[in-house]
């Protein structure tokens, strides 16, 4: 059934007329949009003051702790006893190196394939120590791995 556009002469349109309801309707959308304040995102941060001092100096004194895949340890790149010896050695040169005047910092590089209890106990003892400046190195290698 089509819709005529018309009816016959005479006969009044029964119809609402949309056009100006929608005008209106458009006008208050954009005075609604201009009214509205503009919304801030700002991030409140104490930043720090420049001073003209200079660094602090960058110690080259660091430890390394590293394993290969078979779970060895090794302390600067020299093998530790194995099992259980190991750890207790790895102690002994941590509570060394934590009674110096200015403590290394403690590298640890584990190899990807070192299975994870032995990472595990190695970082037990390093937590039981309280080394204070210690930290992973080459993570970059474990993207790879899997």
């Known amino acids: 059934m089509a819709m005529s556009a018309g009816t016959a002469e005479g006969e009044p349109m029964m119809d609402i007329n ?43 004194t660091k430890n390394t702790i590293s394993t290969d895949a078979g779970g060895n340890i090794f302390w600067n790149g020299q093998p530790l006893p194995g099992g259980q010896a190991g750890l207790i050695t790895l102690r002994q040169y941590l509570d060394l190196t934590k009674n110096m005047a200015d403590e290394p910092e403690l590298h640890l590089l584990p190899d990807p394939y070192t299975r994870y209890d032995t990472i595990d106990n190695i970082l037990a003892v390093v937590k039981k120590s309280q080394v204070g400046k210690f930290g992973f190195e080459g993570n970059e290698r474990y993207a790879n791995a899997f």
């Open 18 to 60: 949309t056009t100006p309801l929608i005008d209106v309707m458009l006008v208050l959308l954009i005075m609604f949009i201009i009214t509205i304040p503009p919304q801030t995102h700002a991030v409140k941060l104490d930043l720090p003051v420049p001073n003209n001092l200079p660094p602090p100096p960058i110690l080259p």
